[in-house]
């Protein structure tokens, strides 16, 4: 059966171009790649020619999430799986491709109207190693992990999990999580060795994107994005804490857009069997409100 293997690519419709680049390279680490196109530039994580396309204009939130599968004859199964469950999707021109620099990929929407990319084939920079915009002790954590994970708007969450399932990935309720509106009851998917790329049933206050994390190969890295952070008086809505799911050490913090970036260390893999959990291991504890995640974790 063909399954998506990874995050592979994030799309970002922002307004503030200036405010983007000092915040994704200064406090980040990611590098700039701006290639003179004038309508958008590109963030990098690793060795790919990106891992983000800045769409620059109107609108501060998610353009696409691209899901990678390994090859052409697994987005041709793809296609397959998509039409035999009726789910309209159109294929990519030869222009498109280059656009994103795939060999080949499909547009589609999530039941809860998310735009999805599946491709094949990106382009990967060998002779590009990449130049982090701040000083770093090592690197992100990508490789077969992908480029992190995103929590996305879903107004029906079992027709989101029947869709994400359909493209190959597992997971189930984790938490059991109180809110100012009541107890929400969000769904971890996971693919490859990061315990989850993607998660749904947080309230996302109308935008698409909730958060997006990204994590760092060494701690002291996230102590220094934390350190920057800080210093800067960006509004953090969750504090330094572990969470019970993937074990990772996270804040979250509000990105020039508004919504929340998810900066972390020391993540797991996915455990086979299911748990849920009603708290963190510790910290987490909330502090700039009305930012996006006013939960009790
Ligand atoms: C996460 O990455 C997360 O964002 C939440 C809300 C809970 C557990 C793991
Ligand atoms: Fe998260």
């Known amino acids: 059966m063909v399954a998506v293997t990874e995050l592979g690519y994030i799309g970002l419709n922002i307004s503030d171009a200036d405010g983007w680049k000092d915040y994704a390279a200064n406090c980040i680490g990611l590098e700039i790649l701006d290639e003179g196109e004038g309508d958008r530039f590109y963030l990098r994580m690793d060795y790919w020619h990106h891992r983000f396309v800045m769409h620059v204009g109107d609108g501060d939130d998610l353009a696409y999430m691209g899901w990678r599968v390994p090859g052409e004859p697994d987005l041709h199964e793809m296609e397959a799986l998509l039409s035999e469950n009726g789910i309209e999707y159109r294929v990519a021109t030869a222009e498109e ?39 770093m ?23 989101s999990y029947e869709f994400y399932r359909l493209l190959g990935l597992s997971g189930s309720i984790e938490y059991h999580l109180g809110t100012p509106g009541g107890v929400i009851k969000p769904v971890f998917m996971h693919c490859n060795e990061r315990q989850h790329s993607i998660a749904f ?10 958060h997006m994390m990204l994590e760092y190969a060494d701690l002291n890295d996230l102590g220094k994005s934390h350190d920057i952070v800080r210093a800067r008086e960006i509004p953090v809505a969750l504090q330094l804490g572990k969470h019970a799911n993937d074990k990772a050490l996270t804040f979250y913090s509000l990105t020039p857009s508004g919504w929340l970036m998810e900066l ?18 510790f910290g987490h504890g909330p502090e700039a409100a009305g930012v996006g995640l006013d939960v009790e974790l």
């Open 137 to 159: 002790h090592d690197r992100f954590v990508t490789g077969n992990a992908g480029m992190g994970h995103c929590v996305v708007a879903a107004d029906d969450i079992r027709a």
């Open 264 to 281: 972390g260390w020391g993540g797991c893999a996915p455990d086979p069997q299911q748990s849920y959990h009603n708290l963190d291991i």
């Open 97 to 135: 491709n280059e656009e994103r620099r795939v060999l080949g990929h499909l547009k589609l929407k999530d039941p809860a109207g998310n735009p999805v990319e599946i491709f094949y084939g990106p382009r990967v920079d060998g002779h590009m190693p990449l130049h982090p915009g701040r000083r």
């Open 201 to 210: 049933g947080v309230p996302t206050e109308g935008k698409m994107l909730n």
